[in-house]
């Protein structure tokens, strides 16, 4: 296993289209995470998977964004009618339960214009 | 809720010296963990290092030390014998005792760029 990776690295995407990341968590990792981090800021919590479960979601996590595990493994976060300020790098992380360490993936970096 | 401020959004430091990043937090909790992370450019964020608040003990790791104050809320950096590869965005963390890993409050990150 090399770690959390994500698809794809880069998405250019026009305003008002709809897109969808992947995330794959290190495989014996039960718990997931999406974040959100903006130019010069430090990666903001949107919201948490464990296995299949989606237990809890920031108020960052408009309702045009929806993520899925959905067989506790892989996870999509799909962002729809993308605005400009979408504009982002999205990080996946995962853990296992009680650990005290996240493992990141190189996040996919969302640009809308 | 949990603050995590880091004053300096970029330093530099001669390659072989020494530097050290500052961070600090502000909690109502008295145990809970502090991280430091490293996002290289293009590369995925690493942890560095991580200390316990009911330890007094202060972490270190190789080159890599922290200077934990609880009293203060200060947790810094500092990192040794500077490398070229510690280039980086680094980013100081909280994250309270019995909540997951991923859960933790970041700071905004300080860009340190060793200079050859």
């Known amino acids: 296993d090399t770690g959390v990776s994500q698809d794809p690295r880069h998405k250019i995407t026009k305003r008002g289209q709809n897109v969808t990341f992947r995330c794959d968590p290190i495989s014996e990792h039960n718990r997931l995470y999406w974040y959100r981090q903006t130019l010069g800021q430090g990666p903001e919590f949107l919201t948490y998977f464990q296995n299949e479960a989606q237990l809890e979601k920031s108020r960052l996590l408009s309702d045009r964004f929806s993520a899925e595990r959905p067989k506790g493994s892989f996870s999509t976060l799909e962002i729809q009618r993308t605005e400009q300020g979408d504009s982002a790098m999205y990080l996946c992380?995962?853990?296992?339960?009680?650990?005290?360490?996240?493992?990141f993936g190189q996040g996919t970096r969302l640009t809308v214009v | 809720a949990q603050t995590v401020t880091q004053s300096q959004p970029e330093m530099s430091v001669q390659e072989a010296e020494t530097v050290t990043l500052s961070c600090t937090y502000d909690?109502?909790?008295?145990?809970?963990?502090l991280f430091w992370y490293k996002q290289p450019p293009s590369r995925q964020m690493i942890l560095v290092i991580r200390?316990?608040?009911?330890?007094?003990q202060n972490a270190t790791e190789n080159r890599f030390s922290v200077n934990f104050q609880k009293a203060a809320k200060s947790f810094s950096l500092k990192i040794s014998d500077s490398q070229l590869g510690d280039t980086a965005m680094y980013f100081c963390a909280f994250m309270k005792l019995n909540t997951n890993a991923g859960k933790s409050t970041f700071g905004d990150g300080t860009t340190l760029t060793v200079k050859p």
């Open positions: 200390q316990e608040a009911y330890k007094q």
């Open positions: 992380a995962s853990s296992i339960q009680g650990g005290t360490e996240a493992f």
């Open positions: 909690t109502s909790e008295n145990n809970y963990y």
